[in-house]
């Protein structure tokens, strides 16, 4: 069976109860009881002051988990590859669109339209920081998280580059939360290498799985944001990396195939 | 890259279902083009309508799956054998070796758009509303896999007007690495009102046919497509191959190219050294070319960067339209009727070439040996992909 390696050197973690990555680390080691509440997002500093103010919940996620692991990995994010991973994109956008279209006579706003594409997160980064390495935004539904973490990792198998995955879900608001309810905001971002410098935090080898789906987490609060959410896919990983010591992990993706991922650290964590 | 053998491919769009219509259509310079029915919108615009998809009923065991796009796709993969082609390669690699990788703008969002008429008083969608089968973007890579029982990683791209070309990249790196075999590729986009309303507030649509490169270009035609190729690993019969990709980002504006084109420009590099080749190895350019005024004046000016004026270039999007998500998938499948047939297509309803562009755009069908094709596709977001497709020697 084929494996990926890379190495670990950045994390970007925000959502319900999970401030940032450092912020997080009592909870995912199992110190702390993990405490949901509203996931905040922060206004992204990277974009103009009118930007800013106009990015949408999807963009301010993805910029926040982005720049926490670039920061962590002290990358220059101007010549990073990107893998964005969402099940849905811009969901405020896709609403107040769908709901200007039931009228005889639309009128739609162009700005609300041009941010209703699945890549706009990708675009407000790469604009931001002028990167014009390569991108990708990819969608599996569910498996997002999954396939997203498939994805970076041939990116920097291919290329021999690090590439930065960035896994995020929001909310739709009503009437379409109904139809596709997802309980927060959510995101998990990594900074992968393809080979380890000193800044390594883990090795992954990664590879396709059979059927067996990821183990429950010990925290029930937790757990169940693994469920709810798609980018929450990536907790087991996160309290692996958390944890420190090498273990073998499962990682949902789609129903019949899962990831298998060997995380070996490099270096301790930051004690929280 | 080691070349990647494509062993099958097929797309349907206004020009007609399957690979002979769509020949037929070039050949005889016909664009599929046509004003605007489409749920009787009073917008003035060219659309690129497939006929029948209303009609294209999906397998029972697979309704859940039912909306425009999805019944667009199907009416795609029953052409030109593509279903026994990929039920061999199937058989032949294992299904858990066999990956979808397709590319989409806007998936099932019509189901959307239409459910949110159908609002109850309380503002509710209908119960019959299936998000996840239908408006959601992966929605299409699920309905081909579970209709081709294929159990490999799948995926959907979603970056705009470069979301099937890059999937080509994707299944080049998943084959490469070792995890798969081979891989449904391609990308299917429907009409829908998010779009055409969308681009019309931009104002980037035209309010007559396309016109790329002509002096007159206002703008866009938005067509739908149904693309697909099979690609693997080996094959015995193959339709041409995968010799290089080149993907960038402009990291400058959300929904105008670099005037300059320079992430243009290195995706075209790339693709090309990718490949292994010089520019004057390609014989023939299948553009971007959507016909708004800014893409093909930095397109004109990105690929005479890296050609020169000599190399004889078309868009084909005056003949199917702009079919955004699909765009790359139909281009990459034209680029290989191009070089079995020996026919660079010409670029239509041009009108009167824009003298302020340079290169050697086609007007009238070209018929030679053509044996590389780089296919560029550029998108909103700044997201560029560039493909070299070369014949069986």
Known sequence: MSELRVWVQGIGLLGPGLGSWPASLGVLRGMQPHVSAPTALPLPARLPPAERRRAGAAVKLAMAIADEAVAQAQVDPGTLATVFASSSGECANCHALCDALDAPAPVVSPTKFTNSVHNASSGAWHIAVASRASSTSLCAFDGSFGAGLIEAAIGVRSSGQPMLLVASDSPYPEPLNAARPLPDHFGAAFLFTAAPTERSLASLTISLGGSLHADSLPDASLDALRRAIPAAAALPLLVALAQGASQAIAIDYLSGLNLQVNVAPVLQPEAA | ?393
């Open chain 2, 1 to 393: 890259m080691t070349p990647l053998a494509i062993s099958a491919c097929t797309l349907t769009t206004a020009l007609g279902a399957g690979r002979a219509a769509t020949l037929e259509a070039l050949q005889a310079q016909r664009s599929g083009l046509a004003p605007v029915t489409f749920m009787d919108l009073p917008l003035p615009t060219w659309v690129g309508e497939v006929a029948g998809v209303d009609a294209t009923a999906l397998p029972s065991s697979l309704a859940e799956f039912d909306c425009r796009n999805n019944r667009l796709a199907w009416l795609g993969l029953q052409q030109d054998g593509f279903l026994d082609a990929v039920a061999m390669a199937r058989a032949r690699w294992g299904a858990g070796r066999v990956a979808v990788f397709l590319g989409t703008s806007t998936s099932g969002l019509l189901q959307t758009e239409l459910a949110y008429r159908r609002r109850n008083a309380q503002g509710a969608l209908p119960a019959d509303f299936l998000y996840g089968p239908t408006q959601n973007t992966y929605s299409v890579a699920a309905f081909v896999a579970e209709a081709l029982q294929l159990h490999g990683p799948s995926w959907v791209v979603s970056t705009a007007c470069s979301s099937s070309a890059k999937v080509f990249g994707t299944a080049a790196r998943m084959i490469d690495a070792g995890l798969i075999d081979a891989a449904v590729v391609g990308g299917v986009d429907s009409l829908c009102l998010t779009t055409l309303y969308g681009f019309n507030s931009l104002e980037l649509l035209s309010d007559e046919i396309c016109r790329p490169w002509g002096a007159s270009r206002k703008g866009l035609s938005i067509g739908e497509a149904a693309a697909f190729t099979l690609v693997e690993r080996e094959s015995g019969t193959p339709q041409g191959w995968l010799l290089g990709v080149g993907e960038s980002n402009d990291g400058y504006h959300m929904s105008s190219p670099h005037p300059e084109g320079l992430g243009a420009i290195a995706a075209m590099r790339a693709a090309l050294a990718d490949a292994n080749l010089q520019p004057a190895d390609i014989d023939y350019i299948n553009l971007h070319g959507t016909a708004t005024p800014s893409n093909d004046a930095a397109e004109d000016n990105a690929v005479s960067s890296v050609f020169g004026t000599a190399t004889p270039g078309s868009s084909t999007k005056g003949a199917t339209g702009h079919t955004l998500g699909a765009a790359g998938g139909v281009e990459a499948v034209i680029a290989l009727l191009a070089i079995q047939h020996g026919l660079m297509p010409a670029g239509l309803n041009v009108e009167g070439r824009d003298p302020a562009l340079k290169l050697n755009y086609l007007q009238h069908n070209q018929h030679a040996s053509v044996r590389r094709v780089l296919s560029n596709s550029f998108g909103f977001g700044g997201s560029n992909a560039s493909l070299v497709f070369g014949g069986v020697a």
